[in-house]
Every structure is written in structure tokens, then in C-alpha cells.
């Protein structure tokens, strides 16, 4: 076929459903090709070919990805976590070089949302409302004389995700230790208020954020929802077009999002496919579909909005057997 479409997922570990999706959105028209370092990650085995990889970290995994996507015709590729993204960023050029595509916003956008401070920087300097967060604890110590900020608060990494390592504290006492056992932390206020995701796709030719969707999260595991329900705030959208545009996002990102006496807070960005997005796919938010559009190289159609209110996701276990 002149016109197939062969997409490559990286380290595809336990996200079958985005697989899955790929495989019925492409309808045959070219293979889902998907990689992880360990041959019991159970998305593999939904791809249409799969191959084990060294870990992101060895030398030479660069070049095997290449590799993959040269004898593979290989017409976009993306991963689905946070360490991989800004090796893809960084290299995209290499990729474009043998015609593969990576769905991924530009290195330094990429590097701000894994620094949670520097994105906090950007996101305060631009006039948006985001989580008060220190890295100095003198000026932190300072504020709570000052009844800027209370206790609670969460001390975490300044580079960390999946919810590692994060510890909500009361007291001076607990920032100083944990200070002292480790670099690199962060302090943020305790947001007590509705926490929102919103799955957004930034169409890669037009640079315009073109779909939108927000769910309230009901229940958290280990940094990924495992139950929500879809919500539709006008004022939000406006938001979110506003802050993507800003900040020069590009493809599938995820944002975090607290609600606090009415007013919103962005709190994180993950610039790839959330563990959450099942919820807006199954909700007719085809985000696979709007990738698939600009790869051929058809500008998507706005679609912020279009979808329905209070519709519930609720994840639960599947299982995989391979024998050997």
C-alpha cells in the first residue's frame, strides 16, 4: 500500500488500550509496532509486532529506535513515558530525517514540564493561577510567618512523576528532614479543592488546540486516575486554549488542573497520552483519529466540547497470559 501508516509505540508497558485504540483507528491501513525493555509488559502483545528493547538509559537505545523505525517504514512514533519523551524531543530531527514523525512537543517545553519548578516560574509568569510552590525553604519558612501559606503542604521532587517520593507535611520539623535526606525537593501548598484532567491534542499543523476534554477525578492510583467523570466547563476551555497556546504545546498532552473557591489552578502538565485518556476515547474524544488526520497531513476540525457530561470511567483489572 503507498498509503500505509506503520506507528511505533515506546515502552508501551501496561497501556493496552492506547494499542488497541491505534489498531482500530488505523482499520488495517498499516501496523501498530509497539517496544518495551521488559517482555512481560502485556501491551506488546495487543501490538501487531512487537520488540524488546535495552532499557531507555543504555547506549545505543537511541540508535536501535531508529533502527526499528527505518526497517519498519515507520510514520510516527511516541511514548508513553516521562523519561522518553525528552529523548524524542531532543532528537527529533534524526527522526524526521528518515521520515518518522514523533508526536512530542519541542524539547524545552518538554524539559519545563519535568522541572515542576520551572514550570511553576512559567506558569505564575504568564499570569495564570497555578500551585504555590518554593525551593527554598527560608522563603517558605518566611511566607508561613507572614500567613501567606498554611500546613499542610507537599514536599516532592522538583523531577519525579508517577506520585513518588511526595509526602504532605505539617510541620517545620518534617520539611528539614527530609530536606536533609535528599536534593532537589519542592514545597507546594495543599490544594483543597476538585482535581480535573484534561486530555488535550494541539493539531500538529495548525498548532491550534482542537479537542478538549476534562474529567473530575474521583479516585487516584499511584499518580493515575482510576475513577472519573467527564465534566464541561466553559470557562475552563477558555482556559486551556489560552494556557496551550502560551506555553507552545504541540500533539497529546495531559494537564492537572485543582478547583478552589471557583477558581482554577494548573498544576502540572504530562505532554503525552494520560493514563485517563480510555475515558475521553470511549467518550468519542478520537484523539488517535486527529493524529492519524495530520500525519496525513489533514488539519483537524475543532471539537472542544463535543461530548457528553457525566459519563463515569472506572478502570479494573484484566489480565495476560504468555506462555513460553
Known amino acids: 500500500m503507498t498509503n500505509s501508516m506503520n506507528i511505533l509505540i515506546l515502552s508501551c508497558g501496561t497501556r493496552n488500550k492506547i494499542v ?9 491501513r498499516g501496523q501498530v509496532i509497539a517496544t518495551d525493555c521488559s517482555e512481560l ?22 540508535n536501535i529506535i531508529l533502527s526499528i523505525c527505518k526497517e519498519n517504514s515507520i510514520k510516527a512514533v511516541l ?12 532528537n527529533k530531527e534524526k527522526f524526521y530525517e528518515i521520515g518518522t514523525i514523533p508526536i512530542i512537543s519541542d524539547y524545552d517545553i518538554v524539559e ?45 521532587p522538583v523531577r519525579g512523576s508517577a506520585s ?13 528532614i527530609l530536606f536533609d535526606k535528599y536534593d532537589n525537593l519542592m514545597i507546594q501548598e495543599f490544594m483543597d479543592g ?21 474529567k473530575e477525578k474521583i479516585k487516584m492510583r499511584a499518580g493515575e486516575t482510576d475513577k472519573s467523570v467527564s465534566i464541561k466547563e466553559k470557562k475552563l476551555f477558555e482556559l486551556i486554549k489560552k494556557f496551550v497556546k502560551k506555553a507552545r504545546f504541540r500533539g497529546i498532552i495531559d494537564i492537572d488542573i485543582f478547583k478552589v473557591n471557583g477558581e482554577y489552578y494548573i498544576s502540572e502538565v504530562n505532554p503525552r497520552f494520560g493514563g485517563g485518556y480510555p475515558h475521553a476515547y470511549e467518550c468519542g474524544v478520537n484523539v488517535l483519529r486527529m493524529i492519524i488526520n495530520n500525519l496525513d497531513g489533514i488539519i483537524n476540525q475543532d471539537v472542544v466540547g ?18 513460553k
Do not use: W
Open 20 to 28: 488497541q485504540y491505534f489498531k482500530k483507528e488505523l482499520n488495517g
Open 41 to 62: 509488559a502485556p501491551a506488546l502483545y495487543d501490538a501487531d509486532k512487537h520488540f524488546i528493547v535495552p532499557r531507555m538509559d543504555d547506549e545505543g537505545y537511541l
Open 79 to 90: 511514548s508513553l513515558i516521562d523519561p522518553e519523551l525528552s529523548l524524542l524531543a531532543e
Open 112 to 156: 519545563m514540564c519535568f522541572d515542576k519548578y520551572r514550570f511553576y516560574e512559567f506558569v505564575a509568569r504568564n499570569g495564570f493561577k497555578t500551585i504555590r510552590s518554593y525551593v527554598n525553604k527560608i522563603d517558605f519558612y518566611r511566607d508561613v510567618e507572614a500567613g501567606v501559606i498554611n500546613y499542610p503542604v507537599f514536599v516532592k
Open 164 to 176: 513518588i517520593n511526595i509526602s504532605k507535611v505539617a510541620t517545620e520539623e518534617e520539611i528539614d
Open 194 to 214: 476538585i482535581e480535573y484532567g484534561a486530555d488535550v491534542y494541539i493539531d500538529i499543523i495548525s498548532e491550534e488546540p482542537v479537542a478538549i476534554f476534562i
Open 306 to 323: 463535543h461530548y457528553k457530561q457525566d459519563v463515569y470511567m472506572m478502570k479494573f483489572n484484566e489480565v495476560k497470559i504468555l506462555r
